[in-house]
């Protein structure tokens, strides 16, 4: 959870120039200076200040002077993040033994805000319709792996963050309720992991362990994900949650060395 600062230390420019960014995704690939500046709720010559910024740093293009839309340049501002995770790297040969053994796709992913960040996986199949990447994010309440992540704040920090959260229903399946989410996130640090059923979209089932730290701090998630169609609850506990955490104890060994 971000910490708050004095008001004269916050800089709104840079804010403003990191939210016309980030507004730019597979469905607004290209947008026009009018959206931009409905989107991130800005005047249309604070964002064309904004985007001209942008354009002349290299991070957006625009052909026709009409639409922008982004650089690969946008990429080295994730890349510098995620190269400076040691686990990153270390983690991968790892996940991708663990999908060739249970043949689903598997994630690593951190907590940022409210949201989980994908930063590592190996997909098998297509079983969502939105596209997984490194640099997704996905409400944490809603899927295993945040629930793993959340799971290991304090209790205050996670009643924060349930008051903090609309609790959005994706599925008839979603817990909305706050109360009820707390109780799950109890049961998840009773446990040591979490299930996520169809909570997210119909038909998608996964299950997630947390990875830990020398000091017992939880860093990351790591989990299986499949479709309901091949791969039940008792499934995901029975069969692939032994696999997930063998590969957690892998990776936290190898940690733990360096």
């Known amino acids: 959870m971000a910490d708050s600062i004095k008001k004269s230390d916050f800089v709104q420019s840079l804010e403003k120039g990191l939210k016309v960014i980030s507004i730019f995704n597979a469905q607004n690939d290209e947008l026009t200076l009018t959206e931009v500046a409905k989107q991130v709720e800005l005047t249309r010559a604070n964002a064309r200040r904004i985007l001209l910024t942008l354009l002349h740093l290299g991070y957006v293009t625009s052909a026709d002077g009409k639409y922008f839309r982004l650089t690969p340049k946008v990429l ?7 190269s400076s995770l040691s686990f990153r790297e270390l983690a991968e040969p790892f996940l991708n033994e663990l999908a060739k053994t249970v043949n689903e796709s598997c994630s690593l992913s951190v907590l940022d805000g409210h949201d989980i960040v994908y930063v590592a996986r190996v997909q098998t199949s297509r079983i969502m319709t939105i596209s997984l990447g490194l640099g997704t994010r996905l409400p944490a309440y809603a899927t295993s792996m945040g629930r793993v992540l959340l799971s290991g704040l304090s209790q205050e920090e996670v009643e924060k963050y349930a008051s903090e959260t609309s609790f959005e229903p994706f599925t008839n399946y979603t817990i909305t309720d706050p109360q ?3 109780e799950r996130i109890n049961l998840v640090r009773q446990r040591g992991w979490a299930l996520a059923d169809q909570e997210l979209e119909i038909g998608v089932r996964s299950i997630a362990c947390p990875i830990k730290d020398k000091n017992g701090k939880t860093i990351a998630a790591l989990n299986i994900s499949g479709h309901a169609s091949r791969v039940s609850r008792d499934e995901l506990i029975e069969k ?3 696999e997930l955490r063998k590969t957690v104890a892998q990776i936290e060994a190898a940690l733990y060395k360096r």
């Open 76 to 82: 080295t501002l994730g890349y510098a993040y995620l």
């Open 180 to 182: 009820a989410f707390l």
């Open 240 to 242: 692939y949650l032994p």
